[in-house]
């Protein structure tokens, strides 16, 4: 098992920036990839868009409207991830995730967190 707790979430205007933080606990060993998604204001939990991806061997994937203004990186001794949002924009506002892929034993797992919210006003 796997726990997420996500932080950094907030209220800025637009052209400004955050830094989210993900801090994975538990069989933190077996995981992976990690990614953050977000769901925007009155979209269903099935219709959250993935915002950024890290491989195990960091590499990184990012959505086309982020590229160039998200970072997604990862710091595995402290069992954490982040996400460095810059030139925040509206279309950014959201509830953020954190999620994790993991494996134990050639099965798949997936984890996610609570969420963080992040709004962003013009």
């Known amino acids: 098992q796997v726990q997420l707790v996500e932080s950094g979430g907030g209220s800025v205007q637009a052209g400004g920036s955050l830094r989210l933080s993900c801090v994975a606990s538990g069989s933190t060993y077996a995981i992976t990839t990690m990614n953050w998604y977000r769901q925007a204001p009155g979209k269903e939990r099935e219709e959250r868009e993935l915002?950024?991806?890290?491989?195990?061997?960091?590499?990184?994937k990012y959505e086309d409207s982020v590229m160039g203004r998200f970072t997604i990186s990862r710091d595995n001794a402290k069992d954490t991830v982040y996400l460095q949002m810059n030139s925040l924009k509206p279309a950014d506002t959201a509830v953020y995730y954190c999620?994790?892929?993991?494996?134990?034993?050639?099965?798949?797992?997936?984890?996610w967190g609570q969420g963080t919210q992040v709004t962003v006003s013009s």
């Open positions: 999620n994790a892929e993991a494996w134990y034993s050639n099965f798949r797992y997936e984890y």
């Open positions: 915002v950024a991806t890290i491989a195990s061997d960091d590499t990184t």
